[in-house]
T-cell receptor
Framework: SQQGEEDPQALSIQEGENATMNCSYK?????LQWYRQNSGRGLVHLIL?????REKHSGRLRVTLDTSKKSSSLLITASRAADTASYFC???????????FGKGNQVVVIP | ETGVTQTPRHLVMGMTNKKSLKCEQH?????MYWYKQSAKKPLELMFV???????ENNSVPSRFSPECPNSSHLFLHLHTLQPEDSALYLC????????????FGPGTRLTVT
């Protein structure tokens, strides 16, 4: 089954800087989702972008999707210490409620 | 996170014990999921339930036994586990129709000794 793969795996930035992470996948999708996970906690849904969309914004988050390259990026602008977390992309290909998650990006925002 | 609750939050059990994990969702969703999250591995889907019916068993060993008595509750019964089963077990729910976002509980941190 397909699986999102985030890149880079770990990112350390200063508060106020932007953080960008990428995700690639292997097969056609219905949508791609990004989730955040604070240490040892459950995942929190951030944003969903459908296969016919190219860009989507939500607050300080900007997601792009390039279906020709089978890749997506998540940009967090003006990062805050509270953004420190792991970020996962997940792809939905079959419409059967089955999401395939990537390994995650660890982002550390230094105050 | 309060939409999906999980108990207990932490569990230590021996390999011969029998225990159960509980998940409850207060969101009116129709689909519920169990995931296993181990260090350095992607999130692994274990089971999917739609309208109380199991629609996916992702080749999970029989020492893990799910139960879904209604659309709001999901259990994972554990027996004769192995140390490699130690992980964070996450429950999630979704509306159940196509391509919906999933809402996760806080997880149960399981340690098998």
């Amino acid at each position: 089954s397909q699986q999102g793969e985030e890149d880079p795996q770990a990112l350390s930035i200063q508060e106020g800087e932007n953080a960008t992470m990428n995700c690639s996948y292997k097969t056609s999708i219905n949508n791609l989702q990004w989730y955040r996970q604070n240490s040892g906690r459950g995942l929190v849904h951030l944003i969903l972008i459908r296969s016919n969309e190219r860009e989507k914004h939500s607050g300080r988050l900007r997601v792009t999707l390039d279906t020709s390259k089978k890749s997506s990026s998540l940009l967090i602008t003006a990062s805050r210490a509270a953004d420190t977390a792991s970020y996962f992309c997940a792809t939905d290909a079959g419409g059967n409620n089955r999401l395939a998650f990537g390994k995650g990006n660890q982002v550390v925002v230094i105050p | 996170e309060t939409g999906v609750t999980q108990t207990p939050r932490h569990l230590v059990m021996g390999m011969t014990n029998k225990k159960s994990l509980k998940c409850e969702q207060h969101l009116g969703h129709n689909a519920m999921y169990w995931y296993k999250q181990s260090a350095k591995k992607p999130l692994e889907l274990m089971f999917v339930y739609n309208f109380k019916e199991q629609t996916e068993n992702n080749s999970v060993p029989s020492r893990f036994s799910p139960e879904c008595p209604n659309s709001s509750h999901l259990f994972l019964h554990l027996h004769t586990l192995q140390p490699e089963d130690s992980a964070l077990y996450l429950c999630a729910s979704s509306q159940g129709s196509k391509s919906n976002e999933q809402y996760f509980g806080p997880g149960t941190r399981l340690t098998v000794t």
